[in-house]
Nanobody
């Protein structure tokens, strides 16, 4: 079992930036496909972005439109989600997910393919 831990959530104002972090103490994030999802109150969980193991290729949901960036720091064994120009609609619980096996690029958005999930971190954006 791989436990994931997200951090960095909080209350910010519209237009602000925020960086979320995800770590996996029992296994290096460099050996897993990592992803970010979010779920607003009363909404379905949406895929945001994924970053592959090994050479870190990144994939994004179309709606991200350059506002969010995922990256990986191998030295710190941490995956990040940098969020810019935040809007009230970005208010949600943000989840980190991981899958040790490879995932086809066209399937990165499928949450059922990610075996491990963090508990989530709340991001609240005030108007």
């Amino acid at each position: 079992q791989v436990q994931l831990a997200e951090s960095g959530g909080g209350l910010v104002q519209a237009g602000d930036s925020l960086r979320l972090s995800c770590t996996a103490p029992a296994r290096s994030v460099t050996t897993m496909t990592m992803a970010w999802f979010r779920q607003g109150a009363g909404k379905e969980r949406d895929w945001i972005a994924s970053i592959t193991y090994g050479t870190p290729n990144t994939y994004y949901a179309d709606w991200v439109k350059g506002r969010f960036t995922t990256s990986r720091d191998s030295a710190k064994d941490t995956v990040y989600l940098e969020m810019n120009s935040l809007k009230p609609d970005d208010t949600a619980v943000y989840y980190c997910a991981a899958e040790p096996s490879g995932i086809l690029a066209e399937n990165m958005k499928l949450e059922r393919l990610y075996r491990y999930w963090g508990p989530g971190t709340q991001v609240t954006v005030s108007a």
